[in-house]
């Protein structure tokens, strides 16, 4: 079953789920403790929003308090609550999806946090601005380019605050990489050469969830790229202008099934009849924080999070090439493929100067057929100047999920985080530049021609990024070769 056509919750099956969970729910005005706790709302309480949630209700108790939830799905909403109240740092209060406007109301937070399913961002981005909240919003910021600019509308309109959740510029040796740029070292990058790999774990996974359909997630090329293409953005300090592309599925297809001796694709995993076949069989019932989260809640709105990864109406690619033309004339070369036999990335900067290497095996192997995979976080990074010998640099370290980023952010987001040299808090510009570089690609693979970035939007400026060499510094290099 595919969500994109699943009817928002109303609010008797809030009630209900409540109900089986044990909770009071309140359903008028939220009784404001005294203090100058900062008040969240967050809507799409799933997976991602958990990592926020837990934050203030944990290390930002006292700056921070989540006063509203909202999702869809009543059990998740209900489930929100009562984790949070488990806490002890409060209690909020669960609303169903077509009560979030009066959610702003009843509760009145200063911002609010969206983690619904990517197409549905624009629509609460722009409810909340509209009702004076700042917002923080996953990425991507939205999945097509009127939703896109709807939000650079509102912001405009409404004049409050965006902030777009890219995680992956805070992770310590990304962060080490911007430094490495900045501190011209390479000189000016001319070409980027990037390649991410998503293995047959993780990659596998987003041909299961809502991802696989396009309407949900605008496919890899916006609900993942949009990591990377926001990480170059930022990296070179420079804006996408032209953008052309390739992209098909070539192998989460029935076909592929067949050729692993499977009969074909079947509905989802839990029911599947060649479970004990195939090597994509994924336990939903294995794990109980997923059991809870998505297999408990199934009855509320139909959702499988197990579909079966070889479905023909699977909508989203799995193979794609890029090719972006920057406002400073470097050209990106960009290859994502859902399918490998490892996960991570490699990208070289070649610059004036020299070339920057930097790779990162997120996970190296994996060890039986249900596919467990070894975390590897191997890291390395390397600088080749046009004459000398090669330098290796010892990686920044973090700890923590997504190479450590996400606890950075978190800092950043409520702690008081000291100012930051390399820019890396994106607003509705960072967050419009990256989603339509993927958006300009899915166009690419339907039309085959060129498109530009500037035909999408209107109204886009770039946002502020950090100093980066003076393009026409001279290039200081020795007279004398010295062949390696
Ligand atoms: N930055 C990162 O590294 C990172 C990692 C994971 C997810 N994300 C992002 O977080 C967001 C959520 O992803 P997830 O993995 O938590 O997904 P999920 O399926 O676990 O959670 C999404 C939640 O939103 C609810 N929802 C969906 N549509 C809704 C709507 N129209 N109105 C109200 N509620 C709705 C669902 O019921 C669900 O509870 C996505 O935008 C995703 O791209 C970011």
Not at 263 to 292: I, N, V, W
Not at 361 to 373: D, I, L, P
């Amino acid at each position: 079953m595919n969500d994109k056509d699943l009817a928002p919750m109303d609010r008797r099956g809030l009630l209900k789920a409540a109900g089986a969970a044990g909770l009071m729910l309140a359903t008028g005005a939220y009784a404001a403790d005294a203090g100058a706790r900062k008040r969240y709302a967050v809507v799409g309480v799933g997976s991602r929003a958990r990592m926020y949630t837990r934050a203030i209700t944990g290390k930002y108790r006292d700056r921070a308090e989540v006063v509203g939830v909202c999702d869809r799905n009543a059990g998740r909403a209900a489930l929100a609550v009562k984790r949070i109240a488990e806490t002890g740092a409060g209690q909020p209060v669960a609303y169903a999806a077509a009560d979030f406007d009066r959610m702003l109301r009843d509760t009145k937070p200063q911002f609010v946090i969206v983690t619904t399913t990517d197409a549905s961002h624009d629509e609460y981005i722009v409810r909340a601005l509209d009702a004076g909240c700042d917002v923080i919003t996953e990425k991507p910021m939205t999945t097509t380019a009127e939703k896109a600019q709807r939000i650079l509308d509102a912001v405009k309109r409404s004049g409050r605050h965006i902030r777009v959740c890219f995680n992956y510029r805070y992770s310590p040796p990304r962060t080490q990489v911007k430094d490495l740029l900045m501190s011209g070292e390479i000189g000016d990058v001319l070409s980027v050469d990037f390649t991410w790999l998503l293995n047959t774990v993780h990659g596998a996974d987003y041909f299961r969830r809502w991802h696989s359909n396009k309407a949900n997630s605008g496919g890899l090329m916006v609900h993942k790229a949009t990591h990377h293409f926001d990480l170059v953005n930022w990296w070179l300090g420079a804006q996408p202008e032209r953008v052309q592309a390739a992209g098909s599925r070539q192998f989460y297809t029935p076909e592929t099934a067949r050729r692993m001796g499977l009969q074909g694709a079947h509905e989802r995993c839990l029911t599947c009849t060649e479970k004990a076949k195939c090597s994509f069989y994924f336990d939903l019932a294995a794990d109980p924080g997923l059991k809870e989260l998505y297999l408990d809640n199934e009855k509320h709105d139909g959702y499988f999070r197990d579909q079966c990864v070889w479905r023909p109406e699977i909508s989203i690619e799995d193979t794609m090439t890029v090719m972006v033309r920057y406002d400073n004339g470097v050209q990106l070369n960009y290859g994502l493929q859902a399918y490998d036999a490892w996960e991570g990335y490699r990208i070289a900067f070649n610059g004036t100067k020299g070339r920057l290497e930097h790779s990162i095996v997120e996970a190296a192997g994996m060890a039986g057929a249900n596919a467990v995979q070894s975390r590897s976080d191997t890291v390395s990074t390397r600088i080749i100047p046009l004459r000398g010998a090669p330098r290796e640099i010892k990686p920044w370290t973090g700890e923590g999920n997504h190479g450590g980023g996400d606890d950075v952010m978190l800092e950043e987001i409520f702690g008081e985080a000291p100012a930051d040299k390399y820019r890396r808090v994106s607003d509705e510009r960072a967050g419009a530049y990256s989603c339509l570089v993927g958006i300009a690609a899915n166009r690419c693979f339907e039309s085959g021609t060129t498109v530009r970035i500037a035909d999408l939007v209107t109204g886009l400026t770039p946002p502020l990024r950090a100093p980066m060499p003076d393009r026409g510094a001279p290039i200081a290099m020795p007279l004398k070769l010295k062949m390696p």
